[in-house]
């Protein structure tokens, strides 16, 4: 595997980036999170408003998901880049797409709360 990272660097370099965002917005979410009392609000709408609601454990449980995509989808890119550097290349930047969504909804999660 350290020889696919070290050949594969844009591929490489783009999981990483992926596993920070994922980490960085966890931790961020968990530090900003551990003092509120009471359920979290984990989606507002201007509509209908609060809409979902749930403790720190759905944070953790989130964290934990995303950063299991990021590992698998990185074993993934890593045999695809094997096979076709486009698909392995692909799968690398969507990770990062997912990645940015994460952090970008623990953002939010910790605005609202």
Known sequence: ????IKKYKLA???LAAS???VVAGFIWAMVALQKANGPLILHFD???GIT???GIGIIVFVG??????VVINGF???ALEKRSL???????VLTLVFAVLLFMAFAVIISVN
Not at 1 to 4: F, R
Not at 64 to 69: E, K, L, P
Not at 86 to 92: E, I, P, V
């Open 46 to 48: 201007e509509l209908r």
């Open 86 to 92: 486009l698909f392995g290349k692909l799968t690398a």
């Open 19 to 21: 596993a920070i965002f």
């Open 76 to 78: 993934l890119a890593m």
């Open 12 to 14: 490489s370099s783009l």
């Open 1 to 4: 595997m350290l020889e696919e």
């Open 64 to 69: 934990i998901f995303g950063m299991a995509v």
């Open 52 to 54: 979902a609601v749930g």
